[in-house]
């Protein structure tokens, strides 16, 4: 059955859906308001290409909180927007490629032996063929087909998640900044889920905080062993950056920002339960006395 | 038997056309794209930008616009519109992306010293109008080639080389010219990023610096150069990776040692000191065969040295491509 995309199972029209959605289709908006008014600049095929693929990697670690963040908050219904969320990232990423295509003058085979000879350029589209396999097997018809196995197969996405990263860190020309700030927040993602598979509760502060400075320390050796093995800048001086916050915070900084505002969320959906319970309670009263 | 030859000031028709062409195209399209209303706001905007550019009036506009040198041409390219060629710029000390045009703005042009040391008969400093008093300018049409895949077609205006090698007097023991960029930790924001190794530092050979193609640029389009393209003076080395055309230049040291230049120190497996163009050669990430000409979008073959050969090839026939000496990157 074809629905719009903000209604839920039922053809009902669903806030949170709607909002997936938005979010969803605003960096296309985004981009394709850039391109109608020259906000792309002098290369503006060059500019797309690093956006699409700049949001599939987004779209990828948002689409991987959806089951940490119903963890931490008690909120179940975020789980319906992750598949939404999943196909965004796939659509962004076979975008990013499409227009590589262009890119290289239209010249097919050139566009093939670059993908072969490059090793940052085979490894994205590894990834994508990956993500291409997780996306056709995202239909109902396909999940009840695969049962279990469709868990096992779709346990790869943490695989293609780190394909990205590295193809993203690879491509970069000296700057890797933004790549080590998808590899933290990645690395959040993963130590929410390990930590729940060694059965610790991502309601407790002491865990989340845990999985924060885990992940910030293991984001910080990262770029740092990035920076030192792949290029000339000193893994020191980069290791030194994290302790200052000018000019601007680095990856690591930001991570264990984000890891630790996650601390007091358990918090949120008990306290706002019980606001709505004695609204309700205090709604009702008044009923009763003015009956 | 009729023999037409090129006069100084004869600039090729297509470029002469193009420029103003493509400028109308681009307003035109605006126009059809997004209605009278939006485009209207997006041209104010083009021009808010080069009225800021130019709002300090620069002490040397008076010199240009100079002759142009006819020996010099790009007859079967267009011209670069003025406004991809002054908003598309790599310039790493004011950030690492593209449009760091505005961001420029804040690099101080005067005074602007210029520090000329190392194996010469007598170090000096000089200050910018001093030395455009004592060179001759004038106007050549370059191609533009950046290790990044993409090219620009454009009018500079400056000086040879051989003249400021003139001036600085090098004894005989130099073999080499290091080139410094200004590190203005107050306008250059990100000389924050400790971790990269600034002063911005690039080099040639004295040979290459006598090289009639190697210029000292001062102006653009026949104004003074904008700040993000290297005010008030930097280099065009057109047979070689745009990274090797140092911009904003502070010193010129004289010595035998071959400098490193800031981008072989930070990934010397990618950006060598010699960097030929040549489309035989990759990038290690990318193929070096075409290349994308800035507002035409045209992807075009890329020419051994840029397709300045005639002019270069001999300062490298007495080198072999070896471990120690690449070329090509």
């Known amino acids: ?291 | 038997m009729l023999i037409k030859v090129k006069r100084g000031w004869e600039l090729p028709e297509s470029a002469a056309i193009s420029e103003s062409q493509y400028l109308n195209r681009r307003s035109l399209l605006k126009k059809l794209a997004v209605g009278s209303v939006l485009a209207g706001s997006a041209l104010s905007g083009g021009m808010s930008l080069s009225r800021r550019a130019y709002a300090e009036t620069d002490p040397s506009a008076d010199l240009y616009p100079v002759s142009a040198n006819g020996k010099y041409t790009v007859p079967e390219r267009p011209l670069t519109s003025e406004k991809d060629a002054t908003t598309y710029n790599n310039f790493y000390e004011f950030g690492t992306h593209k449009g760091i045009y505005e961001d420029a703005q804040a690099m101080k042009l005067r005074p602007w010293e210029i520090r000329i040391d190392g194996l010469v008969e007598k170090e000096m400093t000089l200050d910018i109008d001093g030395l455009l008093s004592k060179v001759q300018l004038e106007e050549r049409v370059y191609r533009h080639r950046c290790v990044e895949t993409w090219a620009m077609t454009v009018p500079w205006s400056g000086f040879p080389m051989s003249q400021l090698i003139a001036l600085a007097k090098p004894l005989s023991g130099a073999k080499y010219i290091r080139m410094e960029t200004l590190a203005d930790k107050e306008a250059m924001s990100n000389l924050g990023a400790f971790w990269y190794p600034w002063p911005y530092t690039e080099g040639v050979t004295m040979e290459e610096g006598m090289n009639d193609l190697c210029f000292m640029v001062t102006g653009l389009f026949g104004k003074p150069l904008p700040k993000q393209n290297g005010a008030p003076l930097r280099i065009a080395l057109p047979w070689k990776y745009g990274f090797k055309s140092i911009k904003s230049i502070v010193r010129f040291t004289f010595t035998d040692e071959r400098p490193v230049g800031y981008w072989e120190e930070l990934q010397d497996s990618e950006y060598g000191f010699w960097a030929n163009v040549n489309p035989e050669v990759p990038h290690p990430r990318w193929s070096q065969a075409q290349e994308r000409l800035l507002t035409t979008g045209d992807t075009v073959p890329t020419q051994l040295y840029n397709g300045y050969g005639e002019f270069v090839a001999g300062l490298y026939s007495g080198l072999q491509e070896s471990e120690g000496i690449r070329l090509f990157r």
């Open chain 1, 1 to 291: 059955m074809i629905d719009y995309p903000w209604n839920d199972r039922a053809g009902r029209f669903n806030w949170l859906r709607m909002a997936a959605f938005t979010l969803a289709v605003a960096p296309a908006l985004w981009i394709a308001v850039d391109a109608a008014t020259g906000g792309l600049g002098a290369k503006p095929l060059t500019e797309t290409i690093h956006r699409t693929g700049h949001w599939a990697v987004r779209f990828l670690l948002i689409s991987l909180a959806m089951t940490p963040v119903r963890r931490i908050t008690g909120w179940n219904r975020v789980i319906t927007v992750r598949r939404m969320l999943g196909l965004t990232a796939f659509s962004y990423a076979v975008v990013h490629l499409a227009l590589f295509i262009p890119d290289q003058g239209w010249k097919l085979g050139h566009v093939a032996s670059e993908i072969v000879l490059r090793p940052y350029l085979t490894i994205g589209f590894i990834a994508l063929l990956g993500l291409a396999a997780l996306a056709a097997t995202s239909t109902d018809a396909m999940i009840r087909r695969l049962g279990r196995r469709w868990q096992v197969l779709h346990r790869i996405v943490y695989g293609l998640v780190a394909l990205g990263l590295l193809h993203f860190f690879m491509q970069s020309k000296i700057n890797a900044t933004e790549a080590a700030l998808m590899t933290g927040f990645w690395l959040l993602l993963m130590g929410w889920r390990l930590a729940h598979r060694m059965g610790a509760s991502l309601k407790s502060p002491s865990v989340m905080a845990m999985v924060a400075i885990g992940a910030a320390l293991t984001a910080a050796l990262t770029e740092a062993l990035w920076y030192g093995a792949a290029t000339g800048v000193p893994w020191r001086a980069v290791l030194e950056a994290n302790l200052m916050l000018t000019p601007w915070p680095r990856p690591a900084v930001i991570t264990l920002i984000v890891g630790l505002v996650t601390v007091p969320l358990p918090l949120v959906k008990p306290v706002l339960d019980r606001l709505r319970r004695s609204v309700k309670r205090s709604s009702r009263g008044s009923t009763s006395i003015r009956a």
